[in-house]
């Protein structure tokens, strides 16, 4: 068994078993990392290490440091840069791949799970193009931040272990701080993966490929006669609700590239998102989407249309030419409705209703149209709405909206609505307490935290990793992180230059 630790520390091994390896070798390429000097832990996530079972020492540990800078390899890891394709901005690039990140291996946990280790910022590989294999410490916050955030908030996503900082200058828009982020992730096989068999009209590779996700994460599918198609309505499914999710909390990504979405479902690759503050419907996140491909009503179309470009490259595992194309048009037709389940659901849960009525979607639209006209605060509305009284005053709700007369008429239904339920308030508020978050990533806060970073004070990373792991909860003392940004940090657009 390989030993993450040094002698000094508990001596916990973790357990890699690297099935990737198992593909065909076009699928990759071999490589170590290139370490970074001068590495320093800028954060570990003690709790994600804990449920991966590793020591709650880690960032004392400087072995782990080593190999988390890229400058030693864990016992068992076996470093690979994937090789992939897929559509970006809607055109197909066959040019991609790992430009700056390395699989390290697979660890199997000690309830049999398989976690993915990708060391992102990693140094040159044959897929950078013109990059230079690294990631900055700006991003890696970002991403160290939101891939805990969503999670905490219910939404499938990668995660990460640790940032490491370092005094190597990267050059993006300026000279920033070089640095390492380690990514967790169930798979980091991308729908770009089938994408680069399919349009080298590789289908024994394809096959290979679609076997190994089957293999290694829905084993008790592998003799049954329609696996793939199981796999690509998992997809789907899983697509369609992890975006509908997204739309609830207000999440916004950015850069839905076909490259940048997982075959299971994980939110995956963090750029230039944002979490909404004002609400508006059609906020664009990423400063390079001019065309607002990407913008936040626009997801769910968009995560139907990466669907569409993987239902093309699983193709040829579907069936006989007609076939295979009836099947993926019947599984693609699963997507709407999967959707819409799940939005409603979310939207029913985040407004207390238990019950369901037909005009509940009606009673949603309406309410989200006003926000968007009002530019309110998504989570500080929803949150304030937990404790609707119907036969009180709303005046703090109220404050929300410039057009306080409108907000007037739809409490109103919303208060009808409300005593045709069977829940009662106290029983409601606590399940909407549930449903409507209290922190979230703001990109100003990520900003503050990125700055005091930047200058080698890394504490507002672990105050924020504290709230957005549970961001449910109160955390008495911390209500200024629940404000609306101040007027120079609204709506911060980002690029896609991380
Ligand atoms: P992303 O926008 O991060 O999803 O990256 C899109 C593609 O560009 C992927 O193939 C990345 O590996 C590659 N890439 C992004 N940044 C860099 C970089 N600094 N160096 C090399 N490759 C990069
Ligand atoms: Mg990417």
New binding site residues.
């Given amino acids: 068994m390989p030993e993450l630790t040094d002698e000094h520390s508990s001596n916990r091994a973790i357990h890699f078993d690297n099935q990737f390896l198992s593909l065909p070798e076009h699928f990759y390429t071999r490589l170590n990392p290139q370490g970074l000097t001068t590495p320093v832990f800028a954060s570990v996530n003690h709790k994600l290490a804990a449920e991966l079972g590793l020591p709650d020492d880690l960032d004392q540990n400087a072995n782990f440091l080593k190999a988390m800078s890229g400058n030693a390899l864990l016992e068992g890891s076996e470093p690979i840069a994937m090789k992939y394709t897929g559509h ?1 901005f809607g055109y197909y690039n066959p040019d ?6 390395l699989l390290l291996g697979e660890q199997i946990d000690r309830q049999g799970r398989r976690w993915d280790w990708h060391l992102k910022g990693a140094g ?2 044959p ?3 013109q ?5 900055v410490l700006r991003s890696s916050i970002r991403e160290y931040l939101c891939g805990e955030a969503m999670h905490h908030l219910g939404i499938a996503s990668t995660r990460a272990l640790c940032v490491v900082a370092s005094r190597e200058k990267v050059y993006r828009e300026k000279p920033e701080t070089g640095a390492m982020l380690l990514r967790i992730a169930s798979t980091h096989i991308r729908f770009g993966h089938f994408e680069y068999c399919y349009y080298r009209k590789d289908e024994a590779g394809l096959r290979h490929l679609a076997d190994h996700v089957i293999l290694t994460h829905f084993p008790q599918w592998q003799d049954l006669p329609d696996k793939y198609e199981r796999l690509l309505r998992n997809a789907i499914q899983r697509t369609a609700t992890m975006i509908a999710k997204w739309q609830a909390v207000g999440f916004c990504h950015g ?1 839905m ?1 076909t ?2 979405m997982s075959i299971l479902g994980d939110t995956f ?1 963090f ?1 230039p998102f944002a979490f909404l503050d004002d609400f508006q419907a059609n906020y664009i996140c990423n400063r390079t989407d001019t065309g607002g491909r990407y913008a936040f009503n626009n997801q769910p179309n968009i995560g139907l249309w990466n669907c569409q470009c993987l239902a093309q490259a699983m193709l040829p595992l579907l069936g006989t030419h007609s076939d295979g194309e009836q099947i993926a048009i019947r599984l693609l037709k699963e997507y709407e409705p999967a959707f819409q389940m799940a939005i409603v659901k979310a939207f029913r849960a985040k407004l207390g209703l238990q019950s369901e009525q037909e005009n509940d979607h009606q009673l949603i639209q309406s309410l989200l149209n006003l926000m968007h006209a009002n530019k309110v605060d998504y989570t500080r509305f929803f949150r304030n709405l937990c404790e609707f009284h119907s036969t009180q005053e709303h005046g703090d709700l109220r404050d929300h909206f410039v057009d306080r007369e409108a907000f007037d008429i739809w409490s109103q239904q919303y208060g009808q609505r409300l005593a045709n339920e069977p829940i009662d308030r106290p029983t409601r508020e606590s399940m909407m307490l549930q449903s409507n978050p209290k922190f979230i990533l703001r990109n100003y806060l990520a900003q503050r935290a990125i700055e005091r970073a930047e200058k080698g004070d890394f504490s507002e990373i672990g105050r924020l990793l504290t709230l957005l792991q549970a961001p449910f909860d109160e955390h008495e003392g911390f209500a200024a992180y629940t404000a609306s940004p101040p007027d120079d940090s609204k709506g911060i657009a980002l690029s ?1 230059s ?1």
């Fill in positions: 970006q991609l791949g790992d430009g700056r990140g040159l590989t897929y950078s193009r990059g230079d294999g690294r990631a850069v590239n490259d940048n690759d750029g896609c991380s």
